[in-house]
């Protein structure tokens, strides 16, 4: 399974935009690349997916590097209630496991 | 719909004692999964299931068996419970494997082995 790597915590700004860095160089051609969030005491949430093109949605948008080996998942307003974990995932759906493993992800902290 | 449902919240178990976890999601769901959560960690995956009769081991299966005998319930259970199985459990399905279809998780079992 390929890995992700990212940093451990990283601190922003209310009302600022948030850029969440992930690494993930050993990357194949099929594999999806996943974000989720977890709130506080809370299990985790799907945020945003993609697999070469950028995406958006209303939470976020997931920039894909041209080589794919790394992606950056960006909030463009944080508010105190974006303060989670943020975990990012691939998924390969050509090898019939459909795993989710997820990594220690990275705990962004929002400051007033 | 309810989403994906855990039982219980809590449970404080003995060592050696057996005890099952229930999942249940009512959205069809073919894919459902356990993971634990340590504290400060994040989520390893134990064991998981493609569809209705189909399971296969995650990262941390050792100590956990788990059968998929309707496409609704995705029941975990310790055979032997060890306080190094003492952790946050959570279950989790998606709709659909071949669309990317995003996970849906349940809230969470808090599993205290003394």
């Known amino acids: 399974d390929a890995k992700t790597t990212q940093p451990n915590s990283m601190e922003s700004n209310e009302e600022e935009p948030v850029h969440l860095p992930c690494n993930h160089s050993?990357?194949?051609?099929?594999?999806?690349i996943h974000w989720y969030r977890q709130l506080p005491s809370q299990g985790p949430e799907y945020v945003i997916h993609?697999?070469?093109s950028n995406v958006n949605n209303r939470m976020a948008s997931l920039a894909i590097a041209e080589d794919r080996k790394s992606s950056t998942l960006i909030l463009h307003r944080a508010t105190l209630r974006d303060a989670a974990v943020y975990y990012c995932?691939?998924?390969?759906?050509?090898?019939?496991?459909?795993?989710?493993?997820f990594g220690t992800g990275t705990r962004l902290k929002v400051l007033a | 719909n309810a989403g994906v449902t855990q039982t219980p919240k809590f449970q404080v178990l003995k060592t050696g004692q057996s005890m099952t976890l229930q999942c249940a999601q009512d959205?069809?769901?073919?894919?459902m999964s356990w993971y634990r959560q340590d504290p400060g960690m994040g989520l390893r995956l134990i064991h998981y299931?493609?569809?209705?009769?189909?399971?296969d081991q995650g990262e941390v299966p050792n100590g956990y068996n788990v059968s998929r005998s309707t496409t609704e319930d995705f029941p975990l259970r310790l055979l032997s419970a060890a306080p190094s199985q003492t952790s946050v459990y959570f279950c989790a399905s998606s709709f659909n494997r071949a669309d990317n279809s995003p996970l849906h998780f349940g809230n969470g079992t808090r599993l205290t082995v003394t």
């Open positions: 995932i691939l998924r390969d759906e050509t090898s019939g496991t459909y795993k989710y493993i």
């Open positions: 050993t990357i194949s051609g099929t594999d999806y």
């Open positions: 959205m069809n769901h073919e894919y």
């Open positions: 993609g697999l070469t």
């Open positions: 299931s493609v569809g209705a009769g189909i399971t």
